[in-house]
């Protein structure tokens, strides 16, 4: 399937998602309320069969948080990715899809840990790599350390 034909097909179904063809993927930009129904789109129906996570992680742009997906279709030979802007910086979140791609699992809860995403019905949102009395998310560029170098 084409960049074009998943562009028009998503479309019929998601009227409101964008799009990013500036890179090596297509990029299908949605918001966190149709994250989840659109996720679910792309990994059941046939036509996409999007069976693969293989990457997942977030951006920090200051203004906002953007969550990227990277997915593939063994079947079909296609991947895509999909971002979902978080605006709200000072509780993130958006649904869990580890119950759609069992990868999902670890890396949301690595997102939280250095983000501080929260994923919506997540079965275990806890700390991964950081204890749980550390304050604060390393990875959010309004993070400060007194060890961390300034210059």
Known sequence: MSNEEIKQQVSAIFPN???DESGEFLNI????EEF???????RNSTEFSFDYLFCLTCIDWK???????????KKHRHNIVVKAKITDCNT??????????QTANFHE????????????????MRRILLDEEWIGYPLRKNY????????
């Open 29 to 32: 930009v949605t918001t966190p």
């Open 17 to 19: 998602v964008t799009y």
């Open 63 to 73: 203004t906002h948080l953007m969550m990227v997906y990277h997915l593939l279709s």
């Open 109 to 124: 809860r690595e997102v939280y840990d250095l983000f501080g995403v929260k994923f919506i019905n997540h079965p275990d």
């Open 36 to 42: 989840r129904a659109l996720m679910e789109t792309l």
């Open 92 to 101: 993130p979140s958006i649904n869990t899809i580890c119950d759609i791609w």
């Open 144 to 151: 400060t350390d007194e060890n961390m170098i300034s210059i």
